[in-house]
């Protein structure tokens, strides 16, 4: 089931490379930061956002943990900051 979820966001991914996406990563314990850039690529581990603080790269299993979580334009921004 992991490896099928894991399929599933690199795909999603892939789809939206050239687009916005902002992301909230967890640094420490109730600290978030939320940033907002563009996925530049995809590869068979990661995956690469531009954002003003430079290129990020995250892997797969950031998204599927919720270390990192992706919101697209469509999304309100209150579900963001919840």
Known sequence: MESQSLIYIQKELKDRVGRD??????RERRNHSLKQGVIEGTYPSLFTVRAAEG?????YT???TQAVELFWDEQPVSQMLS
């Open 62 to 64: 950031d998204v599927l």
């Open 55 to 59: 290129c990020m790269s995250f892997t």
């Open 21 to 26: 996406v902002w992301l909230r990563t967890k």
